[in-house]
């Protein structure tokens, strides 16, 4: 009996201890270190509280990265990381945000133009241009000699809330990222069948019935997949050698005519004839069965059985074998070869750091994050360093020249061993750079070159739809009506994909695109996109 | 005279009984505190747990800034209401939470009585046994390993459309196809619980006089009679504080299961109520939105419990949720 | 007693033919997915299931021992999922006890304090907020004491000791024991049944969930078996400690489909051989705790 009572007490009193001493003890941010005028290294080291995301295949401590060691003793300031993987990320930096548990930085922040806006609204986040200019000069030095970016990272209401990722790789139409996904067709099952190149859609349709019917990899199984795609995968998606059919396509479904007009080409007589082309191929069972629900894993885990597929770099599926070339652009019905680009321009991303308004070392804070903008460290930020003893390198150092030399790949494939070393914080590498500080990677190189001799010639088109900054109101009415608008627009291409239907229910589909508002979405881009470009 | 004198004295009496009560529950507590202490662990929990965030509902009427807290963020009113119901996805979310609830409860109800009706008829024991150690196997696998399993067994180039080619041409897009959602949850949720659920109608069942049956039996009673009318009505008790336990479950529909098994091209069957939450408040961030959409979602689960209780009254004569 | 008609006969008949079927239904996802874990994933893609000895391997239960984190994760479920069983049980049985006393004073107050939680909660943000306050987030704490009280499980409970004979109770007061001593000596070893069944029914739901593990846990040496089987199985992410070696990423992804099958037999086998022991308690918990 008196055990009970015991039992309960101590329950009771455990439950009040652990209410009570949570406190503030381990704060989420660092104390004020007092510093001015720092000069690296410190002389005595100090800490800053950082969250980031990371690979699951990168180590849980990103301090264990080499790149991080480095910075480490050439700063004296030491990183505590809260480090979560990519899958999680997304919730728990939200969460955090939300309870006001804030570190003093967030790097690899993944802010969008909304969260950014949003958060430095209500305060969590600090508008940084006045540090950019009195104590960051690598930024400063990357931002005079590029002013479009200086655009790009200012939102309308004239502050700068975050440090952008920028990767140049060529400009304008020969930028590595014109499009995304390229069209790899297997030439080796071409040869055994004796096929030629196909040049229009007609023939592509006749060697991927030839693929898939007449056993081209002879192992006696109709195993081969003519087809292999993600719909509305986005590199994985079939649009690439869609262009000479109506206006073409792409990711968002979003280009800009030449006279600046910006076009939905999900809603454009031309879009049905794409579909019913992809829907007869369909039907023909030339496309993959999973191709409307697999993710990037099971697409790639089929590599090998592929006749023709959809991604950035072939490297990634298939290795880097003689087997699959780049499939020339298809010659349309009006005896076209048209390639429709990717929106965005270069490699750039807005809100790759921030620092929260619980930061009390601001300058220091500047001046590390400023690190990350020196040339050396940006090339290695973004793929990965030299001299690790303990696994493979993406670079070596010339001490003569003190360049870093892309190492061959050795059959690894680039993505995973970047993943893997890199930091993906914020960085620029500026076109400049190649021959000077690094060389071109491998990949890159390889594929401005085809970009060069297989897309470039066939873009007709050369407006884009930019990085835009919208104002807070402006992204908030087109969340709202995104949200309903894509997932519908990509529901129906797969559905009509799969049932050829297109035809019969377009009038109803443009009814309901405008249901969802798609004259105000429209509105909105435009404005947003003359105010951008003029 | 004598009328004012009743008076005093029924207030006399009033006020004493008062008195007698207080002092009662005074008393009470007193030679009962044991009572109380056992209550106070489960209070406390449920008072930390459940009721001191309640307040935090508040931020469905605001618009919740982190930096301003609960408290001291800007009431907003309804706009948060306002804008959920409006939006074009509203109907859809809301009808799909309805429909998978009710379906669960209307198809999934019923089979693990059948199930018992059928164990019951099976008459060796070593049998029976082991068909019910497999009926209880899934029950012990974890939801996520069942959602897991699904997405194998129904792929395109799983198993089931391996067996079904032989009789169509194109395989059946099971994990794509909005319509096919539903049949899939309800039924791997059949495939997980039923066996296991029909436990306790088997050994209700097992407490049947085998007198009546012998009855019943020389009078002539077909088997399929003899369970409609010895059987079934055994059960009925049983039936009913089920059916009053699932009812109550209505509104517990699963998050964690119909998040696991949404792919994009599902979502016009799959997105619920809870899952919408999940994503406008974790994965974008907008949590007044999202708690505006939580609190829609109790308030129709409280509609739809008072509705349930009164059609479970009326069947079971009586007995009740409360 | 044997004397069944024709027809009763050709009923029992099918009666049992249905039911080997419905078992077979039953098995059969598990029995495939057990013979795949056995199997090269480009095997079971282009053959399916097959016997051909060449084409059987163990890598996968390779991988998947390899990486400690299944393991680890298997363990902090059992404690996570044992430690919620035992809270909700004493939680649970003590709050019960009292409602189901005759004539105990504020019975109804304390059923709708219950009963109110069914209703309304406040929502994701403010829990977050209450267990952050509390220092619990990364603490086993937050997994296992919120949702440890859960209404019907106290109804189920008072049902239960409602329906025990008035008699024994009325005897021991007779006898000058207290409440806390009927309580313990008497209700107690009755309720052994009723117990069985919340427990289990606890134990279940712990370790089927994963949601709270996800929001409040950060460590993922925390983390529970459900959270790292969501990541391989749904997410199709592959753990780190798989590749102790660079491989080619088509590579990769044939090793994440190879650990599924592997870890959903690793993960669901220890359940599945221990649960016919206790078959039988299962049955009389239900039969004796629900019917009353």
């Known amino acids: 009996m008196k055990g009970i009572t015991k039992i309960l007490s101590i329950l009771l009193i455990s439950g009040i201890i652990l209410a009570g001493c949570s406190g503030d003890k381990d704060s989420a941010s660092s104390p004020n270190y007092e510093l001015e ?60 945000l939300a309870s006001g548990e804030l570190p003093d930085a967030i790097l690899d922040a993944g802010f969008s133009n909304y969260d950014l806006l949003n958060y430095a609204e209500d305060g969590t986040i600090v508008p940084v241009e006045d540090l950019i200019d009195e104590h960051m000069p690598n ?25 952008p990722w920028i990767e140049e790789l060529g400009n304008g139409t020969e930028r590595i990222q014109v499009v995304g996904g390229l069209p790899w067709i297997n030439v080796k099952w071409l040869d055994e069948l004796g096929l030629d190149m196909p040049t229009n859609y007609e023939e592509l349709k006749e060697v991927l019935i030839a693929f898939k019917t007449q056993d081209p990899n002879g192992n006696g199984e109709q195993d081969e997949i003519p087809m292999g795609t993600i719909i509305n995968g986005w590199d994985q998606d079939p649009a690439i050698i869609l262009g000479s059919i109506g206006l073409g396509d792409n990711g968002d479904h979003t280009v800009v005519s030449e006279d600046g007009e910006v076009i939905f080409t999900a809603m454009q007589e031309g879009y ?28 790639i885990s089929k590599g090998d059985r592929y006749g023709l597929y959809f991604t950035w770099d072939k490297a990634n599926v298939t290795g880097m074998s003689d087997d699959y070339q780049v499939l020339p652009t298809l010659e349309g019905p009006t005896g076209e070869r048209i390639i429709v680009q990717q929106n965005g321009g270069v490699g750039f991303d807005r809100g790759r750091m921030v620092i929260t308004s619980s930061n009390k070392n601001l300058e220091l804070t500047a001046k590390w994050i400023d690190q990350l903008y020196d040339p050396h460290h940006s090339v290695q930020n973004n793929w990965g360093t030299y001299g690790d003893t303990e696994q493979q390198n993406i670079f070596e150092l010339d001490e003569a020249t003190g360049m870093l030399k892309h190492l061959p790949l050795e059959g690894s494939a680039p993505v995973e061993l970047r993943e893997k070393t890199n930091i993906a914080g ?81 009038d109803e589909y443009l009814q309901e695109l405008e249901r969802l508002n798609i004259d105000s979405w429209l509105q909105l881009k435009q404005e947003a996109y003359d105010r951008t470009v003029n | 005279m004598e009328e004012p004198i009743n008076k005093k004295i029924k207030s006399m009496k009033k006020s004493k009984i008062k008195d007698r009560t207080e002092q009662s529950f005074l008393q009470y507590f007193k030679s009962n505190y044991t009572l109380y202490l056992f209550l106070a662990p489960a209070v406390i929990v449920v008072f930390i747990f459940n009721y001191i965030p309640m307040y935090g509902a508040l931020i469905a009427f605001k618009d919740f800034s982190a930096m301003k807290g609960i408290l001291g963020s800007d009431w907003v009113g309804l706009e948060h209401f306002k804008e959920f119901l409006t939006s074009p996805n509203f109907l859809n979310i809301f009808l799909n939470t309805i429909k998978l609830s009710f379906l669960e409860l209307i198809i999934g109800f019923p089979i693990p009585i059948i199930l ?11 049998v029976k046994k082991n068909i019910q150690l497999v009926l209880y196997a899934p029950n012990f696998i974890s939801v996520v390993i069942v959602a897991g399993m699904i997405f194998i067994l129904l792929s ?30 309800i039924f791997s949720g059949i495939w997980q619980t039923a066996g296991w659920a029909s436990i306790i109608y088997v050994a209700a069942l097992a407490n049947v006089d085998p007198q009546l049956h012998e009855a019943a039996t020389l009078d002539g009673a077909s088997l399929f009679q003899r369970m409609i009318h010895i059987d079934l009505p055994t059960l009925k008790p049983v039936i009913a504080v089920l059916l009053i336990l699932s009812v109550g479950g209505i509104m517990a529909i699963g998050f964690e299961k119909a998040y696991l098994l949404q792919t994009d091209l599902n979502l016009p069957a799959s997105e619920i109520l809870p899952t919408y939450v999940y994503k406008r408040g974790l994965q974008l961030g907008d949590y007044s939105y999202s708690t505006a959409v939580g609190l829609f979602n109790s308030i129709i689960n409280v509609v739809l419990l008072i509705f349930a209780n009164n059609v479970v009254k009326k069947l079971s004569k009586g007995e009740s949720l409360y | 007693m044997h004397n069944y008609s024709r027809k009763d006969r050709a009923i029992l008949f099918f009666n049992k033919i249905l039911l080997v079927f419905i078992a ?39 991988r998947v021992f390899q990486d400690d984190l299944i393991v680890r994760s298997f363990l902090n479920s059992i404690l996570y999922a044992v430690g919620f069983t035992l809270i909700t049980i004493v939680f649970t049985v003590l709050a019960a006890y009292p409602l189901s006393v005759e004539g105990f004073k504020g019975k109804n107050f304390f059923m709708i304090f219950f009963l109110v939680t069914m209703f309304f909660n406040g929502g994701l943000i403010p829990t977050y907020l209450l267990i952050k306050d509390l220092g619990l987030i990364n603490s086993i704490w937050a997994i296992i004491l919120p949702g440890s009280v859960a209404v019907w499980n106290i109804i189920l409970v008072r049902t239960f000791f409602k329906g025990l004979p008035k008699e024994l109770k009325e005897a021991a007061k007779m006898d000058g024991a207290s409440e806390l001593q009927i309580f313990l000596k008497i209700v107690l070893p009755l309720a052994k049944p009723v117990i069985f069944v919340i427990a289990l029914y606890a134990f279940v739901g712990q370790w089927n969930s994963y949601f709270n593990a996800m929001i409040y846990l950060e460590d993922q040496d925390l983390y529970p078996l459900q959270l790292v089987l969501r990541s391989i199985l749904i997410q199709n992410e592959v753990q780190p ?21 592997a870890s959903i037999v690793v993960s669901s086998l220890p359940l599945l051989i221990m649960y016919p022991f206790f078959q039988k308690y299962f049955e009389k918990g239900v039969m004796v705790g629900s019917l009353k």
Do not use: C
Not at chain 2, 157 to 169: A, H, R, V, Y
């Open chain 1, 139 to 163: 930024l400063k030095k990357v931002l005079d000699a590029r002013p479009e970016y200086r655009d790009w990272i200012t939102a309308p209401d004239g502050h700068i809330y975050s440090f």
């Open chain 2, 116 to 126: 018992a009706l059928m164990l019951n008829q099976i008459r060796r024991a070593m």
């Open chain 3, 241 to 261: 400690g798989m590749i102790n070696d660079m491989q080619a990423a088509a590579e990769l992804s044939k090793i994440a489909e190879k650990i599924k099958y």
């Open chain 2, 156 to 185: 395109p180039t799983g198993p089931i459309n391996t067996i079904f080619s032989m009789f169509t041409n194109s395989p059946v897009p099971f994990m794509t196809d909005p319509d096919m959602f539903r049949p899939i949850y």
């Open chain 1, 37 to 96: 005028n720092v000069e690296f290294p410190l002389e005595e080291e100090v800490t800053l509280k950082f969250m980031t995301q990371s690979s699951p295949l990168a180590p849980t401590d990103p301090n264990e990265k080499l790149i991080y060691q480095r910075l480490e003793e050439k700063t004296g300031v030491h990183i505590d990381w809260k480090n979560y993987t990519h899958d999680a990320f997304t919730e728990k930096r939200n969460l955090a």
């Open chain 1, 426 to 506: 914020p960085l620029a590498i500026l076109d400049e750079y190649y021959g000077t500080v690094t060389t071109k990677p491998d990949d890159a190189a390889w594929r401005l070159d085809l970009l060069k001799e297989y897309i470039v010639p066939y873009i007709k088109n050369e407006n884009y739809y930019p990085h835009v900054y919208y104002s807070l109101e402006e992204i908030e009415e087109l969340t709202t009506i995104e949200t309903d608008l894509i997932e519908y627009t990509n529901r129906k291409r797969a559905e009509w994909i799969m049932n050829g239907t297109v035809d019969e229910e377009w």
């Open chain 1, 272 to 299: 049905k004839d794409q579909i019913n082309y992809l829907n007869e191929l369909y039907e023909l069972g030339l496309i993959d069965q999973e191709a409307f629900e697999q993710d990037w894993n099971t697409f």
């Open chain 3, 24 to 62: 077979l239904i039953i098995i059969f996802p598990l029995l495939y997915v057990l013979l795949g874990s056995f199997l090269d994933p480009s095997v079971l893609l282009s053959k399916g299931i097959s016997f051909n000895p060449s084409d059987w391997t163990l890598e996968g239960y390779r």
